[in-house]
């Protein structure tokens, strides 16, 4: 079996200036550095095999700020672009009113965040619709990616008794992997804030979703 700590990196600048952040990067504020220190703390007490973050700095930083207050700073960690955030395109940087704004109106209409939840597909579709950089992906490659990035990790790590790996990635990334293995908890994930913690389990050749984690 392997459990899978996944954590949304910490406040980044772009962050704090509420503005959308996908391929464009930017590094954790001293508030995003604490928080990445909270979580460190938080998971203290489970031994983590390996670490895998985005190749993002604001996921690289994380994570080593997590293991720094974790006291596994000798834990290597294995950056793996799989595990980037979506790449938005001409919305990159864009303020978060009018990254929402484009993003209702392109989809038809006002929805809330549970409906924006279950459409992930058509936002990836309309955000590479309108893109004029040439940069944005399909769903289709951001699935693939994802998936290809955790099927590797859980064969790897899946031999011994029991493993617990630590994963640092993306909002939409996050909305992402539990789209493709635990589609019926999308609904009730919300935003997911930074510094969220998710819990995933492979076990038997199956991905599931664990109940909420207290920290």
């Not at 980044?12 to 509420?18: E, G, I």
């Not at 508030?31 to 095999?49: R, S, T, V, W, Y």
């Not at 974790?70 to 955030?85: A, M, T």
């Not at 011994?160 to 640092?168: K, M, R």
């Amino acid at each position: 079996m392997v459990r899978f700590y996944i954590v949304r990196h910490g406040q980044t600048l772009l962050n704090s200036l509420d503005r959308a952040q996908g391929w464009a990067d930017s590094p954790l504020t001293e508030a995003g550095k604490q928080m990445a220190a909270d979580i460190g703390h938080k998971l203290k007490g489970i031994g983590f095999d390996a670490v895998y973050a985005s190749d993002m700095l604001r996921a690289v930083q994380t994570a080593e700020l997590i293991l720094e207050a974790n006291g596994k700073e000798g834990v290597p960690i294995k950056k793996d672009v799989r595990l980037r955030e979506w790449c938005l395109g001409s919305m990159e940087a864009e303020n978060n009113a009018a990254f929402m704004r484009n993003v209702t109106g392109w989809l038809g209409g006002g929805t809330s965040f549970a409906e924006l939840n279950q459409r992930l597909p058509d936002i990836a579709a309309a955000l590479y619709e309108h893109d004029t950089t040439g940069m944005a992906e399909t769903f289709q490659a951001i699935k693939e990616r994802l998936k290809a990035a955790f099927v590797d990790i859980a064969q790897r790590h899946g031999m011994g008794d029991g493993s617990n790996i630590l994963i640092i990635t993306h909002a939409f990334a996050i909305k992402t992997i539990i789209h493709l293995f635990a589609p019926e908890q999308l609904g009730k994930v919300g935003k997911v804030k930074n510094a969220s913690v998710f819990r995933f389990v492979f076990e038997n050749g199956v991905f599931s979703l664990e109940p909420d984690i207290q920290l």
